[in-house]
Structures are given as structure tokens and as C-alpha cells.
């Protein structure tokens, strides 16, 4: 059977529900297949290269397990990397050859191989892309973090028989001799501010923990030199909503792979393992949607178990175990959670017709720091439509994007807020627009 044939034949396992597997991982399969199916035409710039593909598979077995029941044993990859790396590495570009797949993204829960796989990325990148003095970066806001993914690949280089001779460490760097490529932990305490760098990977580890997108950003805007640059992010779930891990590059992600929205993005990868919305966290059966690996043994099935007893003990364990060991995006407040999937579930994309139909309007006033927001309350049988809009003054944009670590602009785009001139919020502009909209829509 070639690679091409095991994949498709995976492909129609997730789908068909033969693999546990999330709405998610599904629409990822549907996407290989779809693109296996369109690559023979002219329109479609890309191919699919098994012996690209196999040539990282092999990279794979050349490394020992470091932690855990397989420790000291040859890495044998799972069927979840096996298909998520053969779509990273196997996918080029009809012309030049090139990689497809410029960003990738996988969101997978705790004790799922993040960090090794994330190490044999970079080690491939810099020792086997034929990359001349590529630059591999282990990205982070804090040094620890960013150490990680570097100690992980500086014991996988120095346990492996078939690397011998053909590196060096030194200075915080693992040194390929032949290409001068290296890798390098990189993070925000470092005080990289990122001039001078020119990277052909950036490996980012658990994004979730990251304030803003300022090293994603330093990586992405050095690369414009490189012929095949990848970024590639491994991460799970986080509790704080407002950071890009979730406001942004989450909701991307979830429009790219949904067959039902019209976002595209050709050269970005990705995969999410999580549960879904109606998934009892508590039902074992559903625990290899976000744990493909970790669920597929006793091992780390005794270990989930022994997270979630704790869990159900101490509901302050909560948070972290649908996070982190789920895989779920959970709004946390004090003494309790939001589950951000029934909160998804209140939205409407389509709404229905209120012209006529009776309003109330709240308004949320402030002066400079907080924002103003107007929200327009309908009650209509046994349920309520709100629809919201918040207001900025013009001259605390910035500042306020700063200190509140959160994207106004991008909400700004978008329609959500409106920026009012100067340093206060003019309450007659408020008045005003409250009485033009209810004007403009029709509402009593």
C-alpha cells in the first residue's frame, strides 16, 4: 500500500467514525481528500509527493522516545502524525517544488507528543531541508517555555546514532556543520526584538500562554527572504479568550477547515483534536477526540482518568482539565466556568425580522478607560435578541490595545467598535446614533 492509499483509506476512517474523531479532525480528512482529488487540475497549483512525505516519516525513526513508558525506544510515529506531517512535508507546489504549506496549526491536548514533534520539525529543518544557514527558532514570550522544544530536539540530536559528527553544540545553539543551519530558543524575555533575524522555521509551543502575537510577528516578518519558510504552532486550549491564541489564529483556523465558510487559506495546515459541543467531558469514549495519542493507551488513559477524579474533587482543577486535558476553550471566572461552545450557541448568523418589534436599550457609559457600549435587548416569546456595539475614543486606541492585551483594531475592522475623535467618548454622538439606528431599523 503506498502512503497515498494509507492516507486516503485514514481519511475515510475518521470520516465514516471508524477513528474517534472531533467535527474538526473530520473536515481536516475531507480537505486531503478533496485536494487528492483536484490536484490533476490545471487550476490546482499543488501536488501531493509521497516520497516528500515519507522522507520526514523516516526522519521520525531515527530519534528515540525520551520521556514516559517508551523511553529509550525508536519512535515509531502515530497515525495522527503520520497524517498531519505527511500533509505538511508531502504537499509542493507544481512549479517550483516549494512546500504548500507555509503556516500549519494543531491544537491537540496535554501529554499528545507536542513538544517531540515539534523538536523533529526543527531538527528536519535544519538538518535535512538542504536549507543553506537556516535559521530554526524555538519561539516563546518566556525563556523557559521557549527552552522546551529546544531541550527536547538537543536530546533527540544527541541520542541519534545517524547525526554522529554532524553537529555541535554550543552557545545555546544546535549547530548543523555541513548547511550552518541552527536552532535556537527565542523568546520575548530575551529582548529579541527580532532585527537581524532571518528564519526558516519558527516553532511556536503552546501559543495559548502568548499576550499578544509579538513573537508570531517577529517571526513571520523575517522571512521574506527564505524560498520555503514554515511556521508551524502547536498548542492546547487556554482559559484567557481575549489572548490571539483563541481571538485570532483559533477562530482563523476553525473557518479555514469549515467546508461552509467561504475562508480559504491554501498554505495553511491544519488540525484541531478536540471535543465536541455536546461531548460529556466525563465519557471515556469521546476522550480520544482531543488525546489521538495519549487515549490510545492504558498508560495514558490511567493518566486522564487520574486527572479528571482530581477534577470532579477540586472543581478549582476544572479549568485545567477540560483546557488542557480536553482540549476546550473555557471562559474562567471566579468559582465557576464558561463553556465558550453553549456560549457560541447563542449567536445567529441570521436574524430575524425586528422592524416594529419592541426594544430595549442598556447603555454601558465611560469616559476614557473602560468602553462605551450600547445594547439594543429584544424580547421576543421566550427568549431574548441582543445586538451590541461598543464605542473608543480615537486617542486611547493604542493604549488601551496595549494595556488590555486584546486586538481593538481588528475589532475595529470589523464592524464591532466604532472610534469617536479625541481623548473622551462624546455621550451626544451615543444619543445621537441610538435614536438613527432605531430609526434607520424600524424599531419601537
Known amino acids: 500500500m503506498s502512503l497515498q492509499e494509507w492516507l486516503e483509506g485514514y481519511c475515510e476512517d475518521v470520516i465514516n467514525d471508524e477513528v474517534v474523531s472531533c467535527q474538526k479532525h473530520k473536515w481536516a480528512c475531507q480537505r486531503f481528500l478533496n485536494d487528492i482529488k483536484k490536484q490533476n487540475k ?33 519512535i515509531d510515529p502515530h497515525p495522527i502524525q503520520i497524517f498531519i506531517f505527511s500533509n505538511i512535508y508531502g504537499w509542493i507546489h507544481k512549479e517550483t517544488g516549494y512546500r504548500r504549506f507555509r503556516k500549519a496549526y494543531w491544537g491537540v491536548g496535554r501529554k499528545n507528543a507536542k513538544s517531540q ?44 546514532e545517524h547525526l554522529k559528527e554532524k553537529y555541535k553544540i554550543s552557545y545555546g545553539r544546535i549547530n548543523h556543520l555541513k548547511s550552518g543551519s541552527y536552532i535556537k530558543a527565542l523568546s520575548k524575555e530575551d529582548r529579541k526584538t527580532g532585527d537581524g533575524l532571518n528564519p526558516h522555521c519558527g516553532i511556536i509551543d503552546e501559543y495559548h500562554a502568548h499576550e499578544t502575537t509579538e ?4 517571526i513571520g516578518s523575517g522571512m521574506g527572504a527564505r524560498k520555503q519558510p514554515l511556521i508551524i504552532i502547536i498548542t492546547t486550549a487556554g482559559y484567557e479568550l481575549s489572548k490571539p491564541c483563541y481571538s485570532i489564529e483559533y477562530k482563523y483556523v476553525s473557518q479555514i477547515l469549515d467546508p461552509n465558510n467561504p475562508i480559504e487559506n491554501e498554505e495553511y495546515f491544519v488540525m484541531v483534536n478536540e471535543l465536541d459541543k455536546d461531548d460529556d467531558v466525563k465519557d471515556e469514549a469521546v476522550w480520544e477526540k482531543a488525546n489521538p495519542i495519549a487515549a490510545s493507551y492504558e498508560e495514558g488513559l490511567s493518566y486522564l482518568r487520574g486527572e479528571l477524579k482530581a477534577a470532579l474533587d477540586a472543581p478549582e482543577k476544572m479549568r485545567t482539565f477540560l483546557t488542557k486535558n480536553m482540549n476546550k476553550w473555557v471562559e474562567i471566572r471566579e468559582g465557576g466556568y464558561m463553556d465558550m461552545d453553549k456560549w457560541s450557541r447563542c449567536g445567529a448568523d441570521v436574524l430575524p425580522d425586528l422592524e416594529g418589534k419592541e426594544c430595549y436599550v442598556g447603555i454601558d457609559l465611560s469616559s476614557k478607560i473602560d468602553l462605551t457600549s450600547v445594547s439594543f435587548i429584544f424580547p421576543i416569546e421566550n427568549k431574548f435578541i441582543i445586538l451590541s456595539h461598543s464605542f473608543m475614543p480615537e486617542d486611547t486606541l493604542e493604549r488601551k490595545m496595549r494595556t488590555d492585551k486584546v486586538p481593538y483594531d481588528l475589532w475595529v475592522k470589523e464592524g ?24 434607520q431599523e424600524g424599531w419601537v
Not at 61 to 74: E, I, M, Q, S, W
Open 42 to 74: 490545471k487550476s490546482f497549483p499543488y501536488k501531493f509527493d509521497e516520497e516528500r512525505a515519507f522522507k520526514f516519516l523516516k526522519w521520525m525513526t531515527y530519534f528515540k522516545h525520551r520521556k514516559g513508558v517508551l523511553a529509550g525506544k525508536p
Open 117 to 160: 514533534s515539534l523538536a523533529m520539525v526543527g531538527t528536519y529543518e535544519a538538518f535535512a531541508m538542504n536549507e543553506p544557514s537556516a535559521e530554526i527558532y524555538c519561539a516563546a514570550t518566556k525563556t523557559d517555555q521557549s527552552k522546551i522544544v529546544w531541550e527536547e530536539a538537543e536530546w533527540l540530536v544527541r541520542n541519534c
Open 215 to 218: 513573537i508570531y510577528d517577529i
Open 416 to 439: 464591532w467598535i466604532t472610534i469617536t475623535d479625541g481623548e473622551v467618548v462624546d455621550y451626544q454622538y451615543i444619543q445621537e446614533y441610538v435614536k438613527e439606528i432605531a430609526e
